[in-house]
């Protein structure tokens, strides 16, 4: 959803602190946020071309778009030619969006309603269900949740939704990004075995009895956290496995909420260690069966030689790397759970192992690893 | 208190992010955290001093403290010779506080006790209360309340709170980084006209019509928010204002929740305009007036050309700046309000007028001003 706060900014070309979401409910930053999702040109482009060049689909239909932010896909899908758009918005970002609808002279097509999902109602019910509502990897926020209990509240038997499929992916890469963070961990260590000392030394009070503690949290933080990244295209060591899919129109809560689980089988086609396995997604606007897009668009977070989207990619270091060789196969299984903290974050268990001929391959025990989405 | 939220380590130097919190309370940061507060030593070393200087104060006493934290205060009370220290924490630090006390052999003084300060019951009265409550320009984060309530249910009649008092000061400044914020202001708005432009040509849709709210935000955010900084003293313009002190023996939760309202007047000493007002505080170890401190122990945040601790100061930038002379005065009154939608974060509110012989002191009218402190 455009209200949701995936759109966080780089600072320096680095990983958005996964902090900074607070930023975004501060009162002050709300049209800081929606600017930094709009100007994503692969993303507002995407949803724009879905609308604009599938006009024959939104003529004369009743849409819904969730979690409408500034209003954008709402006024869209007005200008796509939709005869009524319900804009539903929980934050404050409804007032903005009443405003630029009307400055956008829409206000016979869009109703922008301030108030959540579950909790709204309609006088009728809708051909066409929008939504931005992707987090990191796809699942992060769990925003997918209110665009499903919105179908099953408002949508036509025959509706469809955009986008209408989404799919998961992982890929073996090549990673300096996993150097530093073994680096920065070490080093973090190292900290806290000076600090320790010097509290000896100044207070006489012995600190050693938590460097088993801190060293969980530091393995935690720095080798266990997924990491927001911009892949180029040339790291990847082959191609990436798609081992998730979901059909918007049939997936329900239960399963959304449920773990995901899943397998993969990758390919090693260049040489070297993978660093990493690096996840993403895309989403496809192909319609319902009732009424296709004439255009199937598709926004990618692919690795992309000309940079990524402001949902970048999510790296999981792997610590050791893999001796993997041309030839190879990682071979496992993924599990994605959300927090019990949090639902809106996630926790990614997975189990894999190398086959192939290489003597890596056969030396290797399988693994099991785990990491944090924050 | 050892708990709170104070410490945020500084990145590259910078101005820690307020939203940096978040990541405090992320369940594998709570041991960096405490590092990050332990080596601050004017901060540590000043409680320590507080404590084993003044060990005659602490013989046989029984001790309470307030937001333990790692324990660190209930273990230099321990060492100073209380008879008992009961060291309360509300947060799951109080598993390592009972680690690090049973490790340091005090498991005889020292009781750690799992609670909130408001819902925890004592055996007895203490003598003496100590706590590490400060926050940003002292009472950023409100928890001076908890020490207040704990004042009220446990501490005796003749006992001693560490600190027994709190000053609050302003002081002028030259600072560059109110010249980078006004630059930092100025790109961010000319972003914001080209995003609208972007954004006409790109999806024909025009976001004009939000120019003066994304206005109002940037302003806020940049003109209108304290800034972390650390001050060299030779960038003081003359000497500062002390426009409050507690006596923490007799301050009310009453006052704490009511605004602060003060005057100042702060004499120029120096040539050059005024970019800033600085903020800070220093607290005091004088003990009760039954059982006073044999060395009287001060904590200052005070600019210092070694460096700051670990609070800094809070730089309240003025634009336009004051063209203050040597010889003027800025006098006027400060007002400090907690938000309503968050009592641990900050309004501040200033009235001044720059009064004296020079032109500017002449022709420039009062003016008044707000910062948030987030």
Redesign the interface.
Known sequence: MASSSNGIPQKDGKEP???????YF???????HQ?DM??D?KR??AY?RACVNNAQCFKGKVVLDVGTG?G?LA??AA?AGAKKVYAVEATSMAK?AR??V???KLESVVEVIQGTIETVELPEKVDIIISEWMGYFLLRESMLDSVIVARDKFLKPDGALYPSHARMFLVPIRSNQSLQRKSDFEKSLE??TE?VE??KE?????????DP??H???T??FLHTAQWCDVHPEQMMGPPCCFKEYDLKTVTLEELKAPLRANFSLPVMSPGPIESLCGFFDTHFKGSKENLTYQEVILSTAPDATGATHWGQQAFHMFPRVMAQPGDRLVGSIELLRKK?NHRLMQVNMEFKLEGSSPAAKSTPSRKVSWHI?
Chains 1, 2 share one sequence.
């Open positions: 602190d996964p902090t900074d979401y607070a930023n501060c009162t002050y930053s709300f049209l800081y600017k709009l100007e040109h507002t482009g724009h500034s954008i006024i869209f200008k903005f405003q630029l009307a400055h956008n900290g806290w600090f010097d509290m100044n207070y006489q009070v012995d600190l050693g009895c938590l503690e801190y969980k949290e530091q935690d933080y903290e924050e």
